[in-house]
């Protein structure tokens, strides 16, 4: 523990400024434009979330372990949409570039632990799949609402100290010279590298992070798939794979929208412009959030099917109260 805490127990005042500035775009005109593209995207994204868990709260046909799942992803897109996006507009579309310190702080560690939560949403819906398909007869036994909360829980527990501890290392930083970072938000990576003392803890963790929170979801979710794939080509017809991987194409959508932007970001990291890893990291921030619910609405069987039965509960109730209207008259 000495390496990461070289400065703890020691007489040492460290730079902390008043404020940063988020400098946004750099050498782009209209760029402004794209940032009213971000509202329309956020206030898809908020409706398409809350429909999907207010479909998951009012049919009890949907209080699975599975959609327990679902709706904690719905709840952080929500949430991390909501955390971001509306300050980004005040930055940018209103003008106000300079943020506390503190906030700063605040902001990143939100923004953080909402987007690696998408990826550990997706690890759970992909072990559900898995004990699905490979283990349907034990399905019910090895994928319970008790299972399925602790799981999500873990992770939010993971990933809550995981940022707290990304974030303690940055009030070990000393910011001497320049407090502009060049990113749409608090960006991590761009932060640590303004410091003026040293600031290996905050390197390591930029890399060890995406590591955890990345890597090893993507690899258990392609191991997950490949054993999958294997299980069905062994003992299926062709006919019934298709069947079961089309119970897949939702989670597997999902995966394809969050990863690939997110990974180019993080492994290109230092090497990648700011300007591309603004785009990256803006458009992996919103983009899943408004397009899982309509993926899940769109792809799974169980979410139509409530969505339509509450439709037309809804359109009998009016219909209702429109004959005691006419009668009462």
Request: hydrophobic letters at 50%; proline letters at 5%; one cysteine or more.
């Amino acid at each position: 523990m000495d390496f990461f805490n070289s400065a703890l127990g020691r007489n040492i005042t460290f730079v902390r400024p008043a404020y940063f500035i988020i400098s946004g775009f750099i050498g782009i005109p209209n760029i402004n434009y794209y940032y009213v593209f971000l509202f329309v995207v956020y206030v898809v994204s908020v409706l398409g979330n809350m429909t999907v868990m207010a479909l998951i709260y009012l049919d009890y046909n949907l209080r699975t372990p599975k959609y327990v799942a679902v709706f904690n992803l719905a709840f952080v897109d929500l949430f991390g949409s909501s955390a971001l996006v509306p300050k980004v507009i005040d930055i940018f579309l209103f003008n106000h570039p300079s943020i506390p310190y503190s906030d700063c702080l605040v902001f990143l560690f939100f923004c953080y632990t909402c987007l690696w939560m998408q990826s550990f949403n997706l690890v759970a819906l992909s072990y559900d799949r898995l004990v699905a398909i490979i283990f349907p007869l034990h399905y019910q036994v090895k994928v319970t609402h008790r299972f399925m909360f602790s799981l999500i829980a873990s992770f939010w527990v993971f990933v809550i100290i995981a940022n707290l501890i990304t974030v303690g290392y940055i009030t070990r930083l000393s910011f001497c010279e320049s407090v502009v970072i060049n990113s749409y938000f608090c960006d991590h990576g761009q932060m640590y590298r303004l410091a003026c003392n040293d600031n290996t803890p905050s390197f390591v963790i930029a890399k060890l992070i995406p590591f955890l929170t990345l890597w090893l979801p993507l690899a258990f979710i392609l191991l997950s798939y490949s054993y999958i794939g294997y299980a069905l080509y062994k003992k299926t017809t062709f006919q019934e794979r298709v069947k079961a991987f089309k119970t897949c194409t939702a989670h597997l959508s999902l995966v394809t929208i969050y990863f690939i932007p997110v990974l180019v970001t993080f492994t290109m990291n230092a090497n990648i412009h700011p300007n591309a890893r603004i785009i990256n990291l803006s458009l992996t921030s919103v983009f899943p959030p408004m397009l899982n619910p309509i993926i899940y609405v769109l792809q799974t069987q169980e979410i139509k099917t409530s969505l339509k039965r509450i439709l037309k509960i809804t359109k009998q109730s009016r219909m209702t109260v429109k004959k005691n209207c006419v009668s009462s008259m």
